[in-house]
């Protein structure tokens, strides 16, 4: 009877892990714009690179054009800004928390840039500068700003890539991982399901 029960209450974890991982969507508005998830931790570069967790090799930050190689071309002041310049591509934010969202001021909106999102060390999604152009209805020419956002799966690493001049971006916001309420739900009815199991046994 115990080994029946056994089985039975591993069939709902085997459930759980199995399930497919869950795809990342975006969503992109043109402009200066900033969500301020509930929640969210922010990286405004206003005093280094270090708000959300580890820059690998650093990443540069600055607070205008630098001799035309990167520049955040936005009329209202924002402040220092983050940039990675094709000699620094491919580097990677490592999260102090994992999160399940992200947003960010994305600027001079170019195709040749990509942000890709990893989860112990598998690549989750990526998405190029021309899908966060087209989302926000502006060119991918490095003429435009878009805020864009990014949700939908679990992340600890956001790696900036970018295969010609630069890449910027600024108000860097990620929203920390929630507990899934079924989690605890399920939790609580598996250690119900051992208590029961237990009683029983002691009766017979």
Do not use: C
Request: zero cysteines.
């Amino acid at each position: 009877m115990n080994k029946v029960f056994a089985a039975l209450a591993a069939l709902p974890l085997v459930a759980v892990l199995a399930a497919p991982a869950q795809a990342m969507t975006a969503s992109a508005t043109s402009g200066i714009v900033d969500d301020p998830s509930a929640g969210s931790l922010l990286e405004d570069f206003s005093v280094g690179t270090d708000a959300l967790g580890t820059w690998v090799s650093g990443v540069g930050y600055a607070t205008s054009d630098s001799g035309g190689v990167h520049v955040l071309p936005i009329s209202v002041g924002t402040g220092n800004y983050g940039f990675i310049t094709r000699e620094m591509s491919g580097y990677s934010l490592f999260l102090d928390k994992s999160a399940t969202s992200l947003g960010l001021l994305w600027g001079t909106i170019d195709s040749y840039n990509t942000i890709e999102f990893w989860n112990d060390g598998g690549l989750v999604q990526s998405f190029s500068g021309s899908t966060i152009a087209g989302l926000a209805g502006v060119s991918d020419n490095g003429s435009a700003v878009a805020y864009a956002n990014f949700s939908g799966a679990v992340f600890d690493q956001v790696r900036f890539i970018t295969t010609s001049n630069s890449f910027e971006f600024d108000n860097i916001r990620v929203a920390p991982t929630p507990l899934p309420a079924a989690l605890g739900l399920f939790g609580s009815a598996i250690v119900g399901m051992g208590a029961f199991g237990l009683r029983r046994r002691r009766q017979a």
